[in-house]
């Protein structure tokens, strides 16, 4: 995590709201902040402004590329900010916004299902170990499509219990795209040799058991693991390719994180065409 995410980017010794924009049904807010003589930072405030009848939402892509979900003076109730440059062009970015959420909502809704959508509260794949060393190891299930092989493993270290799913590509190496869209999804390792293929080499990602409520008699985060590796046979390769209009979903939805977020440097203009900075 970031130094900035133990500041306060919603009160300051001063502040000025000094940009707005729309994109992708999401309504950004620049925000100035000054907490001291030289100690100036700027928060990008977006608050989703509808509900899409799919699988994902505008929230869960802006999770993905860093926002976090907050209490907001600024829009009310809840937003989802983060820091940005002084050379931030909220306009610009809005538009990138509303491009790459495009992408990501095709491309999220054949792998929500599969349980690859980030979406807040929720416990995300965790790597543990080398997702095959175990004390027991037990085959559930497996399936495939035309350009991945599935299989779904329980395990158990004795320490550690939880589901390793594994992905063979059926046609190695994995073509530059499928292979820049697995980097982004991301939370994927590789093992050089993997049992469930014949010691070829594999993707892979683990979900730890949680502790199960004793009053239940349904295991429910079993019937999700299996419900969402189900879900890969369909899903899973579709959502890594090109979007319909054949360009790449990972180099629209990379693009609003790379070229506008804190990561990269913007073009020194701000809303209207000047710098986001408060003189």
Sequence with gaps: MSDWMAR????????DRIGEAVGGGVRFLL????????????GLHANPQMFEMGLVQPA?????????????AFLGSRCLVTEIKETFDTAAFAASFERGWAAYRDAGNHLAPCGLVKRSGEIEYEAYGDGHTAAQTNKLKESSDDIFSYVLTWID??????????????????SPEVGAALALIGGFNQLPECPQFDFEPCYWRFVR????????????????????FDAHSTRFSPGLQPSPDGSRRDDTVRNVANQDLPTQSGDGTGVGGRKAHRA
């Design 157 to 174: 270290t004795g320490n550690e219990k939880g589901w390793a799913f594994h992905y063979r590509p059926k046609h190695p190496p994995v």
């Design 31 to 42: 925000v100035w902040l000054q907490y001291g003589k030289a100690d100036i930072a700027y």
């Design 8 to 15: 306060d980017l919603h009160s300051a010794l001063k502040v």
């Design 60 to 72: 869960n892509y802006l999770e993905n590329l860093g926002f976090q979900v907050s209490d907001c």
């Design 209 to 228: 058991k949680r502790d199960q409520d004793r009053r239940s008699i349904w295991d429910e985060q079993l019937g999700y693991v299996h419900t969402q």
